[in-house]
């Protein structure tokens, strides 16, 4: 069976080409978009990814406020640096690195991020603007898995889109814009019975459950478009590819797929944020 690749890195690649041009003309006006980005403690994969977001951000002039906070930093403390972060006009957008160590209240940390600089979605008032269909920064690996539909022309509306996992920056805010594009929407989790079969009923499947290779190919309709938001250690998404890919008509790789249109996402965020500051004045 004919299968298309969905090739994430060129699908970012047009969205920071689109932002180059937003960005010099802001500059032209005095601004400088910028993107804070706080990783507390020393996990080496939130390290990297962080690292990527900061230096994807350089690479097409976005500023990067990088702070990092010992795994020690109380919950308090954290509270701290994000209002000083949202008081602060020449941040546009903030993004915690998501998790956390387990003494800190993430959610609460989360809260805490202006509406204005949620450029990451992770506020529960930017997901209930998302939900309700007009959020201005919807998640960004929910919205690179729009990104990615819509680059490749893929329909969506009518089609029955089956998400499995549904945390709060992931499965839940996708279900949502899948919905809003009027997919039938089924959210598969951890109690789900009959799991395979569920699954068996998408058209467009997405995997976001954290477990490596975990969606196995007899469990994917003939023809589906799989999209694979996993990322666990060693670079190794939660679909297991081979044997997807043999039943799907389309499938994200990983690496190459989801997560470089999620960092060109917050980079988009980001840009629109400062576009707001001046639109304002
Ligand atoms: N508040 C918050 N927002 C996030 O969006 C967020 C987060 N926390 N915590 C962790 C996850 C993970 N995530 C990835 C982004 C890009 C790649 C990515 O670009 N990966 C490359 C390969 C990575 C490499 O080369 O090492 C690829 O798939 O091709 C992966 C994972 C964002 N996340």
Request: proline content about 5%; glycine content about 8%.
């Amino acid at each position: 069976m004919e299968n298309l690749i969905l090739d994430g890195r060129k699908v970012a690649q047009s969205i920071k080409n689109q932002l180059v041009e937003r960005v010099q003309v802001l500059k032209e006006k005095g601004v400088t978009p910028c993107l804070a980005t706080i990783l507390v403690g020393d996990d080496p994969s939130s390290a990297t990814y962080v690292k990527m977001k900061g230096n994807e951000c350089e690479k097409i002039g976005i500023k990067s406020l990088r702070i990092h906070l010992p795994k020690e930093t109380e919950t308090n403390q954290l509270l701290e640096t994000i209002q000083k972060l949202n008081e602060d006009n020449s941040v546009h957008g903030i993004l915690l690195q998501h998790p956390v160590p387990s003494h800190i209240d993430e959610r609460k940390a989360f809260e805490t991020i202006s509406i204005e600089k949620d450029v990451d979605g992770v506020t529960s008032y930017g997901y209930g603007q998302t939900a309700l269909g007009f959020g201005k920064y919807p998640s960004c690996t929910p919205a690179a898995i729009m990104s990615i539909l819509n680059y490749y022309q893929i329909p969506i509306e009518g089609k029955h889109a089956v998400v499995i996992g549904r945390s709060p920056i992931l499965g839940k805010p996708v279900s949502a814009l899948l919905l809003n594009e009027n997919a039938t929407v089924t959210t598969c989790h951890s109690r789900t019975t009959n799991l395979s079969e569920v699954v068996q009923l998408g058209d467009i499947v997405v995997a976001a459950v954290g477990k490596p290779n975990f969606i196995q190919g007899d469990w994917i309709k003939k023809g589906a478009v799989v999209l694979d938001a996993g990322y666990n250690k060693g670079n190794i998404g939660d679909v297991d590819y081979d044997a997807c890919s043999e039943k799907a008509s389309a499938i994200t790789p990983v690496p190459g797929g989801v997560g470089p249109v999620t960092i060109s996402m917050l980079l988009k965020h980001t840009v629109d944020a400062a576009e707001e500051t001046i639109s304002k004045h």
